[in-house]
Nanobody, 120 residues
């Protein structure tokens, strides 16, 4: 009933930039929070950045100052601007959304992931 579609991943050189997008569609009553997680080879999935309905943001220490999360409420879309990319940023990036229902329940959804590779 709800789909998260990610785009913007790819191959970039160290120091370069990428902008990830994630659009939510389907039966959406409200979006309480959206964010980005990543999983590197052999590592667990970690929070990269998150933005709430109140526009509060959280960032992993490893990306703070380099990445910026933002949203477009009219498009139900969240963005992740990634600057000064490092090889350590190489991972599959997953979009995450916490949706609220008419009855007041919350549901979590995940995108399929998009590969970001930082290499020279």
């Amino acid at each position: 009933q709800v789909q998260l579609v990610e785009s913007g991943g790819g191959l970039v050189q160290p120091g370069g930039s990428l902008r990830l997008s994630c659009a939510a569609s389907g039966s959406i009553f409200s979006i309480n929070a959206m964010g980005w997680y990543r999983q590197a080879p052999g590592k667990g999935r970690e929070l990269v950045a998150r933005i709430t309905s109140g526009s509060s943001t959280n960032y992993a220490d490893s990306v703070k100052g380099r990445f910026t999360i933002s949203r477009d409420n009219a498009k139900n879309t969240v963005y992740l601007q990634m600057n000064s990319l490092k090889p350590e940023d190489t991972a599959v990036y997953y979009c995450n959304a916490v949706l609220g229902s008419f009855a007041g329940n919350e549901y979590m959804y995940w995108g399929q992931g998009t590969q970001v590779t930082v290499s020279s």
